[in-house]
C-alpha cells in the first residue's frame, strides 16, 4: 500500500503532501523514482521547517475512508475566496451614524452629548441603582440632531446612565448584562424643551469616578458605511453562506474540517484588510471588539443584533474603557422597532 500522508500548518496555505513516488511541497510537485526516496524527501522538509521555527503543525494521515481534500485543491479554493474578500466586504456592509466628539464650554440639557448633565422632566424620576445610589449620565442622543438611518428613531432623546460611583465597572454587575439595575436606556420620545420644566438642580449626584470620561464632550453625526468585525458571532455564518465552495455536498469529516480551516484563512485576510477600519464612536452599524463576541453565548431566540450605541476608547478626548477598551448597548431588532428600551445587553471589554 502506497503512503499517502500530510503534513501542514495550521493555515493550509503552507502543507507538505506525501502520495506515493511523489511530494507537494510549497505548491510544487516533486516525482521520485522509489516511495522510500519521497518519504525520505517528505520528512527531511518536515525537518527543515521545524529548524525554521514552524511549531503549530499537525500530521495527517490520508484514511482512503475519510479522504480529505488535497493541498493543491484547498490551495485553490483558498486563492479563489481570497480574491473575493472585496467583494464579500461590500455585500455585508451597513451604515452607521459616526460620532465625532468635540470639546465645548456649555450644552443644553436636550443637547447630543457624552457625559455632562441629562434632559429629565421635573416629574421623572432620575435613575438609580438599586441601592438607591444616582446613576450618571454616559451619552445622550437628541434623533434631531442626528442624521437618519433605518430603524432609529427620527424624533426623541435616548439616554444612557451607568452606575459611576465606583462600585461595578462602568456600571456591569454581571456580564454581559441584561438586567437594568446598574445601567439604564430611557428614551423620550416627545421632548419637551421648556427649560421650566426640567431638572436643572443636580447637586445630589456623588462624583463619576466611575467613568470612562472625564468632560462633557458635544457631538457631531455623519453617515459612514461600516464593515463587520471579523469577531462578530455572525461572520463565519455569512462567509460559509456567501461562498458556494462552503456549500458542497457529500463530503466526509475530514473535508468538513478542512473547509472549517479555511474559513479560519478567510477570516485572517479579511482582517489584515479591514480590521482597521472598524472601532470608534457610533449608532447602528457593526460593532468593533477587544475580545470576544458574547452575543454568541445568549440563548434567546431572536439575537441582540442592532448596535445601538458604541463608545471607543478614544485618547483624543479623555475617552478610556479600562485598557483601551469599548462598551457596546444592543438591542433585538423587534424592540426597537416597537422603541421599547426594557431589554438591552450591555457590554464592555478591555485589552
Known amino acids: 500500500m502506497k503512503s499517502n500522508k500530510i503534513f501542514r500548518l495550521s493555515s493550509l496555505r503552507t502543507s507538505i503532501h ?50 480529505d481534500f488535497t493541498p493543491d485543491e484547498l490551495y485553490g479554493m483558498f486563492l479563489e475566496i481570497k ?79 451607568i452606575e459611576a460611583s465606583g462600585e461595578t465597572a462602568y456600571g456591569i454587575e454581571e456580564y454581559p448584562q441584561l438586567k437594568q439595575t446598574t445601567f439604564r436606556v430611557i428614551y423620550f420620545p416627545e421632548p419637551d424643551l421648556n427649560i ?23 457631538l457631531n453625526f455623519a453617515i459612514k458605511p461600516t464593515p463587520m468585525s471579523a469577531s462578530d458571532y455572525r461572520f463565519r455564518t455569512l462567509v460559509k ?7 458542497q455536498s457529500n463530503l466526509t469529516k475530514a473535508m468538513e474540517n478542512s473547509l472549517e480551516e479555511l474559513v479560519d484563512d478567510f477570516l485572517n485576510e479579511y482582517e489584515e484588510k479591514y480590521e482597521e477600519s472598524l472601532g470608534g464612536h457610533c449608532l447602528g452599524g457593526y460593532p468593533a471588539f477587544v475580545q470576544n463576541d458574547d452575543r454568541a453565548d445568549l ?8 448596535l445601538l450605541l458604541q463608545m471607543n476608547s478614544d485618547d483624543e478626548h479623555s475617552i478610556m474603557w479600562g485598557d483601551e477598551g469599548v462598551g457596546n448597548f444592543f438591542i433585538q431588532p423587534s424592540a426597537l422597532k416597537q422603541l421599547d428600551f426594557s431589554q438591552i445587553l450591555y457590554t464592555y471589554a478591555c485589552c
Open 18 to 67: 506525501l502520495d506515493g513516488y511523489n511530494v507537494t511541497h510549497y505548491q510544487e510537485l516533486h516525482k521520485f523514482s522509489s516511495e522510500a526516496e519521497a518519504e525520505a524527501f517528505f520528512n527531511e522538509s518536515i525537518q527543515e521547517l521545524l529548524t525554521h521555527g514552524w511549531y503549530d503543525v499537525e500530521s495527517v494521515p490520508v484514511d482512503e475512508n475519510n479522504k
Open 83 to 161: 480574491n473575493q474578500v472585496d467583494e464579500f466586504a461590500n455585500a455585508i456592509i451597513k451604515p452607521s451614524i459616526e460620532i465625532t466628539p468635540y470639546s465645548t464650554t456649555e450644552t443644553t440639557l436636550w443637547q447630543s452629548k457624552f457625559g455632562g448633565l441629562p434632559y429629565l422632566p421635573k416629574n421623572t424620576t432620575y435613575p438609580e441603582a438599586p441601592d438607591g445610589t444616582p446613576l450618571h449620565l454616559l451619552a445622550q442622543i437628541n434623533f434631531s440632531e442626528t442624521p437618519n438611518l433605518e430603524a432609529l428613531p427620527e424624533k426623541g432623546i435616548l439616554q444612557f446612565y
Open 241 to 247: 453562506n456567501h461562498f458556494p465552495i462552503f456549500q
Open 196 to 218: 421650566d420644566n426640567l431638572l436643572n438642580n443636580f447637586d445630589f449626584l456623588p462624583p463619576g469616578i466611575g467613568l470612562p470620561l472625564i468632560d462633557c464632550l458635544a
Open 299 to 306: 440563548q434567546s431566540e431572536e439575537g441582540y443584533d442592532f
